[in-house]
Every structure is written in structure tokens, then in C-alpha cells.
């Protein structure tokens, strides 16, 4: 089994393959699902042999890009592969919810000998299977997702995809409860997050706030959480012996 922790810093990415995990996806601000990293984070991520796939999404909410979000996400595509990721993760959606295989297919050429992760853009696509074949032919390798909200109610979709030879199948939504459903499914690629909030004192208190009055992230950030990770990461290898 390959084990995947989902991380934003250099800390979190050490304490990750620390606890066990082969691999990180390396994201800036998990708490909205994760954007672009910085070229310095991931370069330093790099330098320390860590394998890594850089999350590629300029901003936060929804997966459907204009012509400038676009421009700059080939750009930023373009810098991980100079800079050595080992590949890229990325999501592409039309208006309607239906993958943006358009600009997915600039996107794969772009990357170049790179591994290709769509991501969890996924989850809002109807027809996933005809859409995760389509995706294959143009490069992707694999396909993060829990088959919907989560991997309870998404079991029979990841089923059915595990059917296909061709992309890789990457779950998320691994928890201690959702062990043996993984095991049950066998997944040989799973996706995991995990997050310990660390109060920075420079600003916790003061009633100053440089976003949003009351925001908590002005006060408050996460790091991988150490002790889950070693014993979430121990219990699917485990499972998977």
C-alpha cells in the first residue's frame, strides 16, 4: 500500500514521512482544501528526498478557471517540473460541473513526464466512470476521490471505478473507522490528512486582525498531527499485510 499525507509546510511534510507515509501532496492552507504551494516549500521539500506531488489551484472555491487562472497554473506546472516534483495534482471543471478536458489535456502536456493526479474536482462529476476513462487517454494517471462526501457513502462509486485498468484509484476519507471498508475495498493507494491546531501567540488575543474581523486564522494554524499519523499510518499497513 502506498500511504499519501496531505501537508502545507516544510514541518509537516518531515513529520509525515517521519510517521511512515511514502509520499506527501504538498498544498498551501489545507483548511480550504489547499492551493498552490510556494516554489521555496516545495523546493525544500524536495531537497530533503521527500516525494512529492504539488497541488496546482490558484485560489479557493470552486474548480471552474478563467483564462488567467489557467495561464497561471501552466505556468506554475511548468516550475514544478523544473523544479523536480515528482508530480502534479490538479482539477479542471466546466460550469456545469463536467471535467474541463480541454484545458485538462494542456495541463498533462505541460507536465511533461510528471505524474498526474486529478483531485477530489472529481467528486461533483456525474458520469465518473466515462469521465475517468476520458482522463486516463489524456495523460492522468490518478484520480483522488471518496466516490462523494465521504468513503462510507462513496463505497459502491469507488467499487465500480476500481473496475478500470487505467487511472489509479487514490481514496481519501481514511479514518480509524474507515480501515477495514479500505482493506474490504482493496485500495492499494490511500490519501491522509491530519491536523493539530498550534495557537501563534505573536497575534492570539490582541483583537487585531489582518482578514476577517473574528477569523480564527489569524490566530490559529495546523500541523500534521505526529501521534495520529503514526498510529493511522501503523494500522493500514497492518490491514494491508
Same mark, same amino acid.
Do not use: W
Given at each position: ?55 496546482? +489551484? ?16 501552466? +505556468? ?7 523544479? $523536480?516534483?515528482? $508530480? ?7 460550469? =456545469? ?14 507536465? @511533461? ?7 477530489r474536482a472529481f467528486e461533483v462529476v456525474k458520469d465518473k466512470m466515462s469521465a475517468a476513462r476520458e482522463l486516463s ?15 462510507? =457513502? ?18 481519501? @476519507? ?23 491546531e498550534v495557537v501563534d501567540t505573536s497575534t492570539a488575543g490582541t483583537g487585531i486582525y489582518f482578514g476577517k474581523n473574528g477569523d480564527k486564522r489569524d490566530e490559529v494554524y495546523t500541523v500534521a498531527d505526529a501521534d ?8 493500514? +499497513?497492518?490491514?494491508?499485510?
Amino acid at each position: 500500500m502506498i500511504i499519501e499525507v496531505c501537508v502545507d509546510s516544510l514541518e509537516s511534510a518531515v513529520t509525515a514521512i517521519k510517521a511512515g507515509a511514502d509520499q506527501v501532496e504538498l498544498v498551501s492552507l489545507t483548511e480550504v482544501g489547499g492551493i498552490t504551494p510556494s516554489i521555496g516549500l516545495l523546493e525544500a521539500v524536495l531537497e530533503r528526498g521527500i516525494t512529492t506531488m504539488a497541488m496546482v +489551484r490558484p485560489r479557493a472555491a470552486g474548480f471552474c478557471y478563467s483564462d488567467f487562472d489557467k495561464e497561471v497554473m501552466l +505556468r506554475d506546472v511548468e516550475a514544478f517540473r523544473r523544479a $523536480g516534483a515528482q $508530480g502534479v495534482v490538479f482539477g479542471a471543471l466546466n460550469a =456545469d460541473g463536467t471535467v474541463d478536458f480541454e484545458f485538462s489535456k494542456r495541463f498533462c502536456e505541460k507536465a @511533461g513526464d510528471m505524474d498526474v493526479v486529478f483531485h477530489r474536482a472529481f467528486e461533483v462529476v456525474k458520469d465518473k466512470m466515462s469521465a475517468a476513462r476520458e482522463l486516463s487517454e489524456i495523460g492522468v494517471r490518478r484520480i483522488l476521490t471518496k466516490g462523494g462526501n465521504s468513503l462510507v =457513502d462513496g463505497q459502491d462509486v469507488i467499487r465500480e471505478l476500481l473496475t478500470l485498468e487505467k487511472p489509479e484509484i487514490i481514496s481519501g @476519507g481514511v479514518r480509524e473507522n474507515t480501515i477495514e471498508l479500505i482493506k474490504d475495498l482493496g485500495l492499494k493507494f490511500v490519501h491522509v490528512s491530519s491536523g493539530r491546531e498550534v495557537v501563534d501567540t505573536s497575534t492570539a488575543g490582541t483583537g487585531i486582525y489582518f482578514g476577517k474581523n473574528g477569523d480564527k486564522r489569524d490566530e490559529v494554524y495546523t500541523v500534521a498531527d505526529a501521534d495520529y499519523l503514526e498510529r493511522i499510518v501503523g494500522n493500514l +499497513r497492518a490491514s494491508s499485510r
